[in-house]
């Protein structure tokens, strides 16, 4: 579980984060959104420590992030995997190369063992026969793929997800979806999912953070978004117009 | 004047906080050896022929340009080689050939950085717990340091070779006379001198580039607008480090 308290950051005099706070659970996604510009991955690069907020504490199962020694600092970052908006790949590296980074830098793990973690991990993200492939000749969607794959490769307590369907077409973004949901809850794992995008929410939103103008003004599920009450999170799932004409149906 | 002043001590307090990083929270020797090994292999065999080539023109021009302005009769031949020698030994071969490493691996060292910082690969290693500026600048550095006083030495012979071919093949000096003056009044501490300018520029070229680029922020543009900064600040780096270095150890 992670927990944030009145986390706050301003870039110069532009406040782009103001006292959120909200608790992510284990073993399901917990979606952060918002529309463009709101903070969504400003607070979650703070969230991961990336960038370091003006003050607030993010907690990680009880472990205070920011006041935590450099010790605890790392091996708390040893226990998550990110995947990136644009993939974040080492380009000079195969996909098995990629995958395979983590375990080669942070464990002692024979090369045998970690061939078939690699490959069970390549396995769980349905790309079994791309290990010699390199970044600049897979797709958008493979990319994100083996992003999850080196994301998952070190068995983490913590999986996040910025923006993971920016760039995909609608059938891959569901399956992007779901395979994030799966993971997290087949490993059980803490997982935070940054998305503005409705298919993801309305799909595997179990719980949701809304984010507007840098604050939390909402935290629900899928079920209750479309009647939350709330004109800001209105204004941002009806702008939809798949969601729209469903309102307007169902009025 | 004063902002100047004042951005230019935070920078250069930035850039010691980033020489500190690289000794915290490393990884295994294991895993430095193999990314040295890489590093050296670039460095070292990708700026061979660049060096080569540019010192045995050095050494050519050099001859060529000493003989010219040796008007006197009552000074032997000789001495054409000595100022080739103690001219590539003292100068070129250490300092000109660290502004084209500088131009060649300072900037390659860059815009790698650069990039892998604006498509997030230093933030990937950062969220895995890896100390990225330990990770990728250690191996860099290091590399430049074994390898570029190589390079010098390298220089070196290739600088007087082509001062050797360029003055005998136009008869400018005769092959005994060229050898002799080589060998004539040779001041070991001179190549000494060489080797602990090549050392110092080799520290200086890798970190403030690899300080320019890993602190790259914007887009592509910007890739290229801290790999030109990365030569600049380099090649003034290593011309102030080259006098006070001759003003410590040369000067009487």
Redesign the interface.
Known sequence: MIEIRNITKSFGDKLVLSEVSGVFEKGKPNLIIGASGTGKSVLLKCIVGLIKPDHGQVFYDGRDFYESDRDTKTEVRREMGMLFQGGALFDSKTVEENVRFPLDVLTRMSRSEKMERVNFCLKRVGLENANKKMPSEISGGMKKRVGIARAIVNKPNYLFCDEPNSGLDPQTSILIDELIQDISEDLDITTIVVTHDMNSVMGIGEKIMFIYKGQNVWVGNNKDITHSGVKELDDFVFANKVMNSLRENNA | MHSFNASMIKEIGKYFIFLGNLF??R?TFK?YYKLILDECLSIGLGSLFLVALVSTFMGAVTTVQTAYNMVSDFIPNYVISQVVREMIVLELAPTIIAVIYAGKVGSSMAGGLGTMRI???I??L?????NSIS?LVLPKIVASILMYPLLVIIAGVCGMLGGYLAGTLTGIITPNDYVYGLRSSYNEFTVIFALIKSVVFAFLVASISSYRGYYTQGGALEVGVSTTQAVTTSVIAVLIADYLLAQLLLAK
């Open positions: 915290i929270n990884e895993t498509t997030e690969q933030d990937a950062e969220v895995m717990g890896i990770y």
